[in-house]
């Protein structure tokens, strides 16, 4: 049975028996329920909600991680200067400073045939490093100019640019560990941070130090003790190994409550008209919890601006409310939903470019515990071809 909030009495109520029907008529108007509707279809408004919706989600390609999720900073990751050793035969030595120049010059080609000459050449112990670590990086070089060839020359656009960029950044996350402390290991990650932007607006992966590790400012009505994303909204430290986090070290621990509630978060001030995904990974810490959320893609600028606020509010004010919306139900294990932003239900004479916010609300029923983690905004073609490296 779909349970709301009484529009009108401003009460819990079970809908099916509601004499007023002005729930039933929100309802309607939000396309949840069709018109002319029954006390069957009403029942299983909360499924026709979650099926419309599905398609969406599934088949969903890979999502890469965000840049730096659950890494580290520290100084101790930074490339060592290359070696420059006193080689015992005088013509290797010079071999090696002509190798070295041209991989300042850009021409990684030819500075990896000269380190693999000199590999088979010297054998002393400081030689053997030297050459080791100039080799691997022109290896690198080489390594990143491919990946740039296959994924970057054709320049597609639409699904398969998106696809291409997802394809390069899945080569490049192997490349990474090989190439650690190098400097061509410096220029794979940045080649990679840039793929990810072209593609990705990370809205809060709740790292710290990360893309949006901090609330948005509060808005107006909440009381001090809130914060910005929301009652009983806090980022926790946990491991994806025991499935605390779905990436990192944090994520973002909702209590819910059996009232109204949401959580909010920022929108790109570029604008959404890009975009053409929600990725949003969540789940219920008690699989016997099914809570329904609202994701909104909110018009208004104040959450609480009707009938003193939310908590006295219902399902058919938030799904009335000016904006794009659609209906999810998380369960006892990580959900990676990836949500179409066309089959969003519009209300309202409203554009993408009038959203202020996008919030995530629970419908009055059941308190539960949820975990969100990892929300993105994918575009529907990368904004812009990264420059391929000089091979």
Known sequence: MFTVDCVRQRSRCNAARCSFGACIAALAASGILA?????????????????????????????????????????EDAAPPLPDPTFA?????????????????GEHRAANDLFRDLKERVSAPAEKEAVA????????????????RKHGSKEPAGAAAADSVRKAIARLDKLIPRFARTFAGAEIAKHRKGLFESLYHVIADFEPGGAKSSAPPREPGRRPGEGGYG???????????????REGTSALRWSTGDLLSHVNFEVPAEGLDSFRYLC???????????????????????????????????????????????????????????????????????????????????LPGAAARLVLDDLRLERATPSAPSPAPTP
């Open 89 to 105: 035969d005088p013509a290797n030595g010079e071999r090696y400073r002509k190798a070295i120049e041209h991989l300042s010059q």
């Open 231 to 245: 009652e009983q909204a806090k980022v926790v430290k946990g491991s994806v190994a025991n499935g605390e986090v």
């Open 280 to 362: 949003i990974s969540l789940r219920s810490e008690d699989p016997k919890e099914t809570p329904r959320l609202v994701v909104l893609f909110d018009a208004r600028e104040n959450f609480q601006d009707w009938g003193g606020g939310p908590r006295r509010g219902g399902a058919g004010w938030v799904l009335s409310r000016a904006g794009f919306h659609t209906v999810v139900v998380p369960e006892g294990t990580w959900q990676d939903l990836r949500i179409d932003l066309k089959d969003l239900t519009k209300k309202g004479d409203v554009t993408w470019g009038e959203v202020v916010a996008l919030r995530v609300v629970h």
């Open 133 to 148: 670590r100039g080799l691997l990086e022109s290896e690198g070089r080489l390594e990143l100019a491919e990946v740039t």
């Open 35 to 75: 018109a002319p509707w029954t006390w069957r279809a009403l029942d299983a408004a909360p499924s026709v909600a979650v099926s419309r919706a599905v398609p969406a989600w599934q088949e969903q390609p890979a999502r890469p991680a965000a840049p730096g999720a659950g890494e580290s900073a520290a100084p």
